[in-house]
């Protein structure tokens, strides 16, 4: 079955803009995580949503959005871009909320560059 | 609050002989512990978890891992190291927060 896509793959992008990026999740997957890798931080959890909900948010600044539609995709946004924003921005879609039984599956990320 | 720990930014195996990737991790309650490994340019990819049951939990590509309640570790192992296997490797605990929190990654460098 195919796995988590995101698209597109690599952006650029200028200071004060806005972006939004796309995750599909594997098919029957209800669940998708967002998470933006740097160099510096890691991996840091964005927010996570479940049949359309929010379900969880991480520390992150209003400018960073996200939803879920029916059909489980999902879109993060962010306004106003800031240097600091470039970073890979990954999705993961599960099976369930419990994140303890059914792991996270991984796309290949968003590699995001702010000039 | 719960988190995890990865000590070593970087470990380095010659190929053949084993390898350590070290995990600690502090959560409240029964853990849930994960390993994932990311290829460059690529996302993660899952290796193994441990939800319950026996210490030592194997998983993909030959890939174990022991999980010490004690030490409060999850370290990553292999009997005997792949240059292929090079990549950063991440673990991860499960919180009660509903989400999976990372470790800072360590970046295993097999040498032919």
């Known amino acids: 079955k195919a796995g988590v896509t995101q698209t597109p793959r690599y952006l650029i992008k200028t200071r004060g803009q806005q972006v939004t990026l796309s995750c599909s999740p594997i098919s029957g997957h209800r669940s998708v995580s967002w998470y933006q890798q740097t160099p510096g931080q890691g991996l840091q959890f964005l927010f996570e949503?479940?049949?359309?909900?929010?379900?969880n948010k991480g520390n992150f600044p209003g400018r960073f959005s996200g939803r879920q539609f029916s059909n489980s995709r999902s879109e993060m946004n962010v306004s106003t871009l800031e240097l600091g924003d470039s970073a890979l921005y990954l999705c993961?879609?599960?099976?369930?909320?419990?994140?303890?039984?059914?792991?996270?599956?991984f796309g290949q990320g968003t590699r995001l560059t702010v000039v | 609050a719960q988190s995890v720990a990865q000590p070593e930014d970087q470990v380095n195996v010659a190929e053949g002989n084993p390898l350590t990737v070290k995990c600690t991790y502090s959560?409240?309650?029964?853990?849930?512990l994960f390993w994932y490994v990311q290829y460059p340019n690529r996302g993660l990819q899952f290796l193994l978890k441990?939800?319950?049951?026996?210490?030592l939990v194997k998983g993909s590509y030959g890939f174990e891992a022991e999980f010490n309640k004690s030490q409060t570790s999850f370290h990553l192992k292999k009997p005997s190291a792949l240059v292929s296997d090079s990549a950063l490797y991440f673990c991860a605990v499960y919180s009660s927060a509903s989400k999976i929190i990372f470790g800072s990654g360590t970046r295993l460098s097999i040498r032919p």
């Open positions: 949503y479940f049949s359309e909900t929010q379900r």
């Open positions: 959560v409240s309650g029964n853990p849930y």
């Open positions: 441990y939800i319950t049951g026996d210490n």
């Open positions: 993961a879609s599960s099976l369930t909320l419990d994140r303890g039984r059914t792991e996270a599956f």
